[in-house]
């Protein structure tokens, strides 16, 4: 159990934020795959990120694998253990085993992976056997997992054919493919990206000392604490304009609602602004991690809004859109969801909560809740330890601006 309080509602100081998971583990597993192993500065401290170290230190002597709740870790494990030699169990947490990876499987079968489902068809466990996977064309809805296609673009150098991957239809979170190729290029490997298809042939990845940025997707609470606020100013180090993560695009999001950014040399400056969209339309598909931010901001400030392109959020930590929504009520706080949107009625007078918020075994549920101590006297979660996963000193980091923490 925890609470927060914020006794004057206002918010100011600076925030280093973690590195980025997203980029960290996709490093580990470039690293795996690269002849001459190369040295990563400033990885990601989240426990997904010790996860995917850990397995990766492991595998060749241990012959199960559990991920934990490490979704990234799971996915991009399968992919890397269907180019190694040996047999693997790969297992998870119980909601792990809820979370479909039967895309990935299919696609991996198609390069010649042996590999069976252990429990319910399409989800883990699975168990995996070497077999040289060959390579070749692939087909896949752009609607699956970025990490699927990110997965099997990492291993594709590797494999005496390649892969030259086509997209069928729209592709969801692709600012996230487009990290995976551009840190794939950093390491010597070239593709070209023409209307919907992707090529990577057999190459060598080429090692060299990379510094990883830190996280945006982290700074979107910050821009909520600050939206939230009376006032507020907070400094954020060693972020840019010019990133590789499609999350940046909070300083314009944000800016609609509430929130200054100001880029300096090394680092950012949020302050809070007063001038606000009365009706906010958005199709975050490309950005679903900046969805429940973004739904807690709107919904504190009494702004209308309609957030789309969600569909993903059913399958993360928890059903997110579902979660957020219940949740929210306890503020006094009602939305409309659909399998992939939320709708925020205007100017809803938010109330101390009615009970104690459930994180749901969820990280982002409990960081984007958070925020709202800038509007109540105080916020209890069931949950101190959930925010590991990906931000180990978030409550650390509030009560170093001043909020009190019990």
Not at 59 to 79: H, M, P, W, Y
Not at 117 to 125: C, E, H, T, V
Not at 185 to 203: A, L, P
Not at 385 to 398: A, G, H, Q, R
């Amino acid at each position: 159990m925890l609470e927060i309080f914020s006794k004057n509602k206002t918010i100011y100081g600076s925030i280093n934020l973690e590195s980025s998971k997203s980029i960290s583990n996709r490093l580990l597993i470039i690293n795996e795959l690269c002849d001459n192993k190369f040295e990563i500065q400033n990885l990601s401290n989240a426990n997904d990120t010790k996860i995917l170290t850990k397995i990766l230190n492991e595998f060749k002597s241990q012959k199960e694998i559990n991920c934990e709740d490490a979704g990234t870790a799971l996915r991009f494990v399968l992919a890397y253990l269907a180019t190694q030699d040996g047999n693997w169990i790969v297992s998870g947490s119980k909601r792990m085993h809820e979370r479909p990876i039967k895309p990935l499987v299919d696609c991996l079968l198609e390069l010649g992976a042996e590999i069976k489902y252990l429990d319910k068809d399409g989800f883990p466990p699975i168990e995996i056997k070497s077999k040289k996977l060959v390579g070749g064309k692939l087909r896949l809805k752009g609607s699956i997992s970025s990490q699927f296609i990110s997965a099997l673009l990492m291993i594709a150098p590797k494999l005496d054919n390649g892969i030259l991957l086509e997209i069928d239809s729209k592709v969801l979170s692709k600012p996230y493919i487009e990290m995976t190729l551009e840190l794939m290029r950093e390491f010597g490997i070239d593709y070209t990206w023409e209307n919907n298809c992707i090529n990577i042939e057999n190459q060598h990845y080429i090692g060299k000392k990379i510094v990883v940025e830190n996280d945006w997707s982290a700074a979107a609470f910050w821009y909520s604490f600050v939206a939230l606020s009376k006032s507020g100013n907070i400094e954020i180090p060693n972020l840019h304009s010019a990133s590789i993560q499609g999350d940046s695009i909070l300083s314009n999001v944000y800016s609609k609602i509430g929130v200054n950014t100001e880029f300096k040399e090394n680092s950012i400056i949020l302050s809070k602004k007063n001038v606000l969209e009365e009706d906010l339309d958005l199709d975050l598909s490309n950005y679903p991690d900046l969805g429940l931010p973004i739904i807690v901001t709107c919904a504190g400030l009494g702004i209308k809004a309609h957030l789309k392109g969600l569909e993903s959020l059913k399958i993360k930590e928890s059903d997110r859109l579902k979660c957020i929504k219940k949740e929210l009520e306890k503020f006094n706080i009602s939305c409309e969801i659909d399998d992939s949107s939320i709708k925020i009625k205007e100017h809803q007078n938010v109330v101390e909560p009615s009970s104690t918020i459930e994180c749901h075994k969820d990280h982002r549920i409990a960081m984007s809740i958070a925020p709202l101590s800038m509007k109540v006297n105080s916020i209890k979660l069931d949950d101190k330890y959930v925010v590991n996963k990906s931000y180990p000193k978030f409550w650390e980091d509030l009560q170093n601006i001043s909020l009190e923490i019990n």
